[in-house]
């Protein structure tokens, strides 16, 4: 008798532990949908500010005649309009040559090459 209550009292045990990790289960996948909900809240929050700022820009008067100069091809008095041609690949290349920049092909790192750069500061010089 005693060994069927200890058997009734384990399944009950592991019903119970069954539930409740179903039940953290969903409230987990319920808390990661409003996370992305609020993501995309405030995302469409962020563009509707920043078109307003620009229908604000477009309706202002400095870009009213940034665009009047562009399109009419006038100019302010005084101001001279220098247009030059675009660059060839020789000038391209001559110009890189001149600043020393080369473009740099960056390998991205494992994920333990990032976390001993963490803990070891292997970082620290690079960003000055």
Known sequence: MNNVVIGIAIIIGASWA?????VMQRNYNLQKELDAKNRQ?????????NL????????????????VRERMGSVSPGEKVLVLPPNSVAAKQADAVVS???PVSVEPLSNFQQWTNFLFGANRNKSS
Do not use: P
Not at 18 to 22: E, K, L, N, Q, V
Not at 41 to 49: C, G, I, S
Not at 55 to 61: D, G, V
């Open 52 to 67: 307003t700022y620009q229908k604000k820009y477009y309706q202002s008067a400095e870009y009213q005649e940034l665009a």
């Open 18 to 22: 069954w539930g409740s990790i179903g």
């Open 41 to 49: 809240q405030t995302l469409a929050e962020l563009e509707v500010q």
């Open 100 to 102: 020393g920049k080369k």
